[in-house]
């Protein structure tokens, strides 16, 4: 079955995780999908993108068949950042997982990305009038573990778009 473009968040998603793999961050941490096969945290600063799909909410018609709704998004980027060994407090090394995690925020606050068609996923093309949109977002730092070998802080933004859904009783 045929649906609309923006009705698929899983494009949105591609289209987000393309957009902060090709960001230019402090360290150059790997960045890489939560899902994929073989992928966690490494000795080496990465970044681990995840993405919850929240509910739709009804936004009205585009026209008689059909309907509006605002699709979105929660995006959580995990940061890990190997613990610096033999470092004075006052050196900023110690401090380098916070640089990238307020470049992380800035990047993603009021962000605004145009919606990618992946039908030839070698070479999406633009939907028209559809921008992926971020507000606002946060970050949290994650209490240290002992035994880890990393320290993290995580990164949370909520991403919008209006998604088109044919109303097949129209």
């Given at each position: 079955?045929a649906i609309?473009?923006t009705?698929r968040?899983?494009?949105?998603q591609?289209r987000?995780?393309?957009?902060l793999k090709g960001?230019?961050?402090?360290?150059?941490?790997?960045?890489f999908?939560?899902?994929e096969?073989?992928?966690s945290?490494?000795a080496s600063p990465s970044?681990?993108?995840?993405?919850e799909e929240l509910?739709p909410?009804p936004?009205?018609?585009?026209?008689a068949t059909?309907?509006?709704m605002?699709?979105?998004?929660l995006?959580?980027?995990?940061l890990?950042w190997p613990?610096?060994?033999?470092v004075a407090?006052?050196?900023l090394?110690?401090?380098?997982?916070?640089?990238?995690?307020?470049?992380?925020r800035?990047?993603m606050?009021?962000l605004?990305l145009?919606?990618?068609d992946y039908?030839?996923?070698?070479?999406?093309?633009?939907?028209a009038?559809?921008i992926?949109?971020?507000q606002?977002?946060?970050?949290?730092r994650i209490?240290v573990?002992k035994q880890a070998?990393?320290?993290?802080v995580?990164t949370?933004?909520?991403?919008?778009w209006?998604?088109?859904?044919?109303?097949?009783?129209a």
């Amino acid at each position: 079955m045929a649906i609309h473009a923006t009705a698929r968040s899983q494009w949105a998603q591609a289209r987000l995780l393309g957009w902060l793999k090709g960001l230019s961050l402090t360290g150059t941490p790997a960045v890489f999908a939560a899902i994929e096969p073989g992928r966690s945290a490494q000795a080496s600063p990465s970044v681990r993108v995840g993405f919850e799909e929240l509910p739709p909410l009804p936004m009205g018609r585009f026209s008689a068949t059909q309907t509006a709704m605002r699709m979105s998004l929660l995006v959580i980027c995990d940061l890990f950042w190997p613990h610096p060994d033999n470092v004075a407090p006052v050196d900023l090394a110690l401090y380098q997982h916070l640089t990238v995690s307020d470049e992380l925020r800035e990047a993603m606050q009021f962000l605004e990305l145009s919606f990618l068609d992946y039908t030839a996923p070698a070479a999406p093309v633009a939907v028209a009038g559809t921008i992926i949109r971020i507000q606002r977002a946060q970050t949290q730092r994650i209490p240290v573990d002992k035994q880890a070998d990393h320290l993290r802080v995580r990164t949370k933004a909520v991403a919008e778009w209006i998604g088109r859904f044919d109303d097949h009783f129209a």
